[in-house]
């Protein structure tokens, strides 16, 4: 049944975020959005909520162990427990080669996109089990992690595999207990992701990729949906490829 559910969207204020809310907002009913941003909340606070549901915002800067635990904190006070998680937080798109190793901006992002995710899902995951009502977590990997990595992608494709491992491990860990946890691989999206990229690297992408276009949020939103509905019940440890065919395992 979609309804009274409580998602938690980590970067629902990415434009990938933005559109979920606004699908998630149609198929359910009675829910609670908690939504997390990190730079700014006028994107979201523009949403307009329907069918009973309503949205809390939450702002952190899931790189800080003290903001995550204040979101945390924030949640507990609340009375706020998730049945459905969605993690999609990531530092800024950038090629990096071997030469341009840099270990602090990839400890960076792998705070923002691992240690936070497992710190919180370590505050909520035993719950979600607990209820055994197929309480749901998606993490948004990348086609990175899938198979054939891109040139030139050494820390997002290190990240986004070590996010992939995460979730392979929780859902053998957690299998039987009536807990889906799966992630999407989309490949390349036009979002505000890709802002700090030369334009022309994304239009080499676009064209060689089956339709000559790269993904909108739209092509990859209804994966994520289905991960978080009913109808993946019987999933769990699934990374789905969501590419278009760029990538074929
Ligand atoms: N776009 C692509 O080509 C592509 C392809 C495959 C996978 N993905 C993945 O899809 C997910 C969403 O991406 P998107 O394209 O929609 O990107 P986006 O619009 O740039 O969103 C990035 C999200 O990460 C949040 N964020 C950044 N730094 C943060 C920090 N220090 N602490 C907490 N949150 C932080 C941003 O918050 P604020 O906006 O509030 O700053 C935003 O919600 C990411 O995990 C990305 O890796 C993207």
């Given amino acids: 049944m979609n309804n009274n559910k409580v998602f938690l969207i980590l970067g629902?204020?990415?434009?990938?975020?933005?559109?979920?809310?606004r699908k998630l907002n149609?198929?359910?009913?009675?829910?609670?959005?908690c939504l997390h941003y990190h730079s700014s909340s006028e994107a979201l606070e523009a949403l307009p909520f329907s069918n009973g549901n309503r949205s809390l915002l939450f702002q952190a800067d899931l790189s800080s162990d003290t903001d995550?635990?204040?979101?945390?904190?924030?949640l507990a006070a609340k009375e706020l427990s998730p049945t459905h998680i969605v993690h999609l937080c990531a530092s800024k798109m950038m090629y990096t080669k071997l030469k341009d190793f840099d270990a602090e901006r990839l400890d960076k992002n792998v705070r923002i996109q691992v240690y936070s995710f497992v710190r919180i899902l370590k505050a909520f995951l035993p719950g979600m089990a607990k209820?055994?009502?197929?309480?749901?977590?998606?993490a948004v990997i990348s086609s990175v992690a899938s198979g054939k990595p891109p040139k030139s992608m050494l820390e997002y494709t290190a990240v986004k595999s070590m996010l992939l491992g995460v979730i392979k491990q929780l859902a053998a860990d957690y299998e039987g207990k009536k807990v889906c946890i799966n992630g999407v691989s989309p490949s390349m999206i036009e979002t505000k992701f890709l802002s700090?990229?030369?334009?022309?690297?994304?239009?080499m992408a676009a064209e060689v990729s089956p339709e000559n276009r790269n993904a909108k949020p739209e092509d990859i939103v209804p994966a994520?949906?289905?991960?978080?509905?009913e109808d993946s019940n019987y999933m769990n440890g699934v990374n789905l490829n969501v590419s278009n065919g760029s990538v074929i395992i």
Avoid: N
């Fill in 68 to 74: 995550v635990q204040v979101l945390l904190d924030d």
């Fill in 131 to 138: 209820r055994k009502e197929y309480d749901k977590v998606v």
């Fill in 224 to 229: 994520i949906a289905f991960l978080l509905s």
């Fill in 196 to 203: 700090d990229l030369d334009p022309r690297l994304v239009e």
């Fill in 26 to 33: 149609e198929d359910y009913t009675d829910s609670t959005f």
């Fill in 12 to 21: 629902a204020s990415s434009d990938l975020g933005l559109a979920l809310v």
